[in-house]
Nanobody, 128 residues
Framework: QLQLVESGGGVVRPGESLRLSCAAS????????IGWFRQRPGREREGLSFISSSDGTYYSDSVKGRFTISRDNAKNTVYLQMNNLELEDTAVYYC??????????????????????WGQGTQVTVSS
């Protein structure tokens, strides 16, 4: 059974960093497209970043230059390093995975509606 478990969320101040982890089981992370979405209070879920099965990476404009996605195949885990966090980054962050790169890519700007598997989410709060 495919499972995604996020961790690493917390409360930080503006300008600080966090690293989110997405531990996968039931499949190998290097055979799927895996990425991160977030849902801010009162807003639609938005795609932030993903890494494809061929190691290509994508970032939304809102996080480009501040967030970095990476994959550790030995640990079957995907990470999201978040630097220079802003108040507007406060959200629940979700890990998602799909066996088809093109489906994941197309879903990034559509709230992830077609993506097959999701984690339970981890809360990130940026507060001064």
């Amino acid at each position: 059974q495919l499972q995604l478990v996020e961790s690493g969320g917390g409360v930080v101040r503006p300008g600080e960093s966090l690293r989110l982890s997405c531990a996968a089981s039931g499949f190998t992370v290097n055979s799927y497209a895996i990425g991160w979405f977030r849902q801010r209070p009162g807003r639609e879920r938005e795609g932030l970043s993903f890494i494809s099965s061929s190691d290509g990476t994508y970032y939304s404009d809102s996080v480009k230059g501040r967030f970095t996605i990476s994959r550790d195949n030995a640990k079957n885990t995907v990470y999201l390093q978040m630097n220079n966090l802003e108040l507007e980054d406060t959200a629940v962050y979700y890990c998602a995975a799909d066996p088809h790169d093109h489906i994941f890519a197309a879903s990034m700007t559509k709230g992830g509606h077609a993506i097959r598997s999701w984690g339970q989410g981890t809360q990130v709060t940026v507060s001064s």
